[in-house]
């Protein structure tokens, strides 16, 4: 959040002007106007069917078939992280992160990106012999193995269990903290793009409904009272209404 | 269950008893599942050929079973070891063998190729899937006679028509597991920037060898019916011409031993299949536990 905020250069790392995308006359994504700067954590929320994987996967050029226009920028070295792993299943986990990886010493560079999301001595083991967690933090090796600018993620966490994805926002956050990348989540839990995100934008019929800079004032007391108004403000956008004052905060800022 | 635990068990059914809800003490391991079918027992899948070889065997000894109908078990033993003597059982194993060997040597490859031309390229599609699905609904058999007048009743034909039904389940399987890639793995090449040669060697052939080793699972079982149709028809050597042979004498003990070799055949190449998958496919053992 706040500690990547200061790390920005300002220069964009995605630029969309005027993207329109449809299928079968159906409008999906109706003049989406888009910024995103270098190493820039930005959450994409919206209800289902409002575009938001639609536009993850115009920017990493998975949408064939789709009728459009506008203008699209995006980074040369661009990865993707499916909410399945998708690891192939005939690979090793080594194999898999170092699939298709070109450069010098491909395994090495595959050994420490598995170290750094805490999988070292692994290397040697099948996709089928580790947990939903586990498999999800190969595809993220795979992904920063690359060195990417852009990290697309579409609902990485959405498949884990409630305690397995507070692990990974944590590591997701320390892995981004490190090597920086432009970052566009796609995600419907408001409370992780609140947690995660430098920018939390809301997507409805096609168009971005908000653009909410995440301010948190960087203390515990204020912190809390932010969150919460935050989370209202987006429930709201969400079409969620919240009664002042039911929502119990999120259990980490709890007790200070 | 250590007796520590076990008596806290007891206790909390003792206390729960005077709340009217007692909870009985889990044993230290279930079982099995409530609605399975209850544990497997080693080497149980025996039990019904076991038994069948001792009625068979006890009706023989008894006289309930005419012997010119169906020989004792140890009739047919005999006779074997007499086969083996006069050197017959093992030349004819040899030829009959080596026959659905040559076979398969042909149709293996030739389905191998066919279904990657047809699989992996559009034209291939075009050129060979409309073909072989025509050629599909024509059962191999029924083109023998077609054959014998192209290839004669030698080697030649009978080769021909064991490798033209193992062709088919490799090319049908291979072919359909080429082209069920999952698209999801389609869509990660696509993202990793993998070329297509690197595609169809990490993602589509591996992918696909599942499929192809189940055609050759079934290529075996039509092999060796393939085997046994074209030894009947005017052979002068093999399994088949043996059992055939004898058929015209009446000797049912030889019938017998021809077929308990097809048997075997069959048993072997069954497992020198499932051996394979074992060995080439090692990602999907740990799925198996």
Known sequence: MATHARRLTGSPAVEIRRLVRSFDARIILDRIDLTIRRGEFVALLGRSGSGKTTLLRALADLDYGAAGSGELIVPERLSVIFQDARLLPWKRVLDNVVFGLSGPDPLDRGRQALAEVELAGREAAW??????????????????????????????????????????????????????????????????????ADRVLVLDKGRVAADLAIDLPGHAADDGRRFAELRNELLGLLGVAVPAGQEPLPEFLQGG | MTPHSFSALAGEARLDARTATPIHPSPARRAGRRLGLGAPIAYGWALGPVLLLAFWALGSALGWIDARILPAPWVVAMTAADLVAQGRLQHNVATSGLRALEGLAFGIPAGIAVA????????????????????????????????????????????????????????????DALRGIDSRYVELAETLRVSRIDFV???????????????????MTTALLALVVVEEINATSGIGYMIDLARSYGQTNIVLVGLVVYAILGFSADAAVRLLQRLALPWQRTLAG
Not at chain 1, 148 to 169: Q, S
Not at chain 2, 201 to 219: D, E, F, M, T
Request: charged share 20%; hydrophobic share 50%.
């Open chain 1, 127 to 196: 996709p089928n012999e580790l947990s939903g967690g586990e498999q999800q933090r190969v595809a993220l090796a795979r992904c920063l193995v690359r060195e990417p600018e852009l990290l697309l993620a579409d609902e990485p966490f959405g498949a884990l269990d409630a305690l397995t994805r507070i692990r990974m926002h944590e590591l997701l956050r320390r892995l981004c903290a490190r090597h920086h990348p432009a970052v566009l989540l796609v995600t419907h839990d408001v409370d992780e793009a609140i947690q995660l």
């Open chain 2, 201 to 219: 060697r990490h993602v589509i052939l591996p992918g696909a060898l599942p499929g192809l080793l189940l055609g050759l699972r079934y290529a």
């Open chain 2, 116 to 175: 990657l031309v047809s699989g992996l390229t559009r034209l291939g599609e075009y050129l060979f899937d409309g073909v072989v699905q025509i050629k599909k609904s024509i059962p191999v058999l029924a083109l023998i006679p077609l054959l014998m007048l192209w290839f004669g009743i030698g080697e030649g034909m009978k080769i021909t028509v064991i490798a033209l039904s193992v062709f088919i389940p490799i090319y049908i399987q291979f072919h």
